[in-house]
């Protein structure tokens, strides 16, 4: 099956889990408008990015096993992953949902954020509740009588905190509307992304497939979470870069980081080069809502040579991750192929 199939197969089970959602609002008696709402806000939230975090459960799931493509599952054991697949993408919305307000985002996937659209306003807030609880109720109702549900509560909880830990020291040193670049560091830098994104974007999906596949030992587990931490960290980098020094054919959109005063790898490496001249254009310029602004950031970053430092960042890293990925033992069924497949995705990429 294509990319494209496994991505159509795996959205054709959402509708399924939404009837399931609405069916509970149903026998707790709520009324239609409000179930249409909660509809709604399940429709509009969930299934509209890539999905990579969820089809990353089905794919793990599948190497796992040994299948050869999502096509090998009977029907109710895909259905099972295709779940754990898409609480993922229920965690992700919720963080969205409450990030895009935070933030005081406009768009969000090419159309307004949620708490934009009409009607809407603060109930969002309501509404990002409403889609993590959702997580919980498909895991009971679909896992609650496997050997492995409580690990997988556990888990979400543990990675939901761990992000919102992340995302708690990003807003406090990197406010949109307070710029002190004094609170910067590549420590600070280092602790935003593993625990603002590393955890439920590269682990969580991992973790989930271990523990279908019955593949669950805490040796296993530190092992997938020793390799898949850093490699969070270095999407994330790449993704700073890119930003900053990527086209807007390349990463489709036009890069806002240096305005949004963005704890980012590019800014946190220029202050560890700058000379006390440029340490002061970037003082008196980063964050600042304005292009003339950012052009004079983005002379010094130039000046600094960043791309270079960039490329030797990415070639050391690629190799420690892949050093560490073929010291990985696989007597107990966890396969060093899934962080391979990782890792081949992120290296050099470009957008």
Known sequence: ?????????????????????????????????????YESSLFFNTPGGKLNRGL?????????????????????????????????????????????????????RGQPCW???????????????????AIYILLKNHFRSE?????????FHDVTFQTELGQLLDLITAPEDKVDLNKF????????????????SFYLPVALAMYMAGINSDTDLQQAQD???PLGEYFQIQDDFLDCFGTPEQIGKIGT????????????????????????????NYGQKNQECEDKCREVFNS?????????????????????ISQIDESRGFKGEVLTVFLNKIYKRTK
């Open 1 to 37: 099956m294509s990319k494209e199939g496994n991505r159509e197969k795996f959205l054709e089970e959402f509708p399924e889990l939404v009837h399931e959602l609405k069916t509970i609002l149903q026998n707790y008696g709520m009324p239609q408008d409000a179930i249409q709402w």
């Open 56 to 108: 990353s459960v089905v794919d793990t799931y599948v190497i796992l096993k040994g299948y050869k493509s999502f096509s090998d599952m009977a029907k109710e054991e895909y259905k099972k992953v295709a779940i754990l697949g898409w609480c993922i993408e229920l965690l992700q919305a919720y963080f969205l949902v409450a990030d895009d307000m935070m933030d005081k985002s406009i768009t969000r």
């Open 115 to 133: 708490y934009r659209v009409k009607g809407v306003g603060e109930i969002a807030i309501n509404d990002a509740f409403m889609l993590e609880a």
């Open 147 to 155: 050997s492995y549900y409580v690990d997988l509560i556990e888990l």
């Open 185 to 200: 560091s590549m420590n600070k830098q280092s602790f935003i992304v593993r625990f603002k994104t590393a955890y439920y």
């Open 227 to 229: 390799v898949l931490i």
């Open 257 to 284: 980081d240096i305005q949004d005063n963005k704890c980012s790898w590019v800014i946190n490496k220029a202050l560890e080069l700058v000379t006390p001249e440029q340490r002061k254009v970037l003082d008196e």
């Open 304 to 324: 600094l040579n960043l791309p270079k430092y960039y490329e030797q960042y990415e070639e050391n890293i690629a190799k420690e991750l892949r050093e560490k």
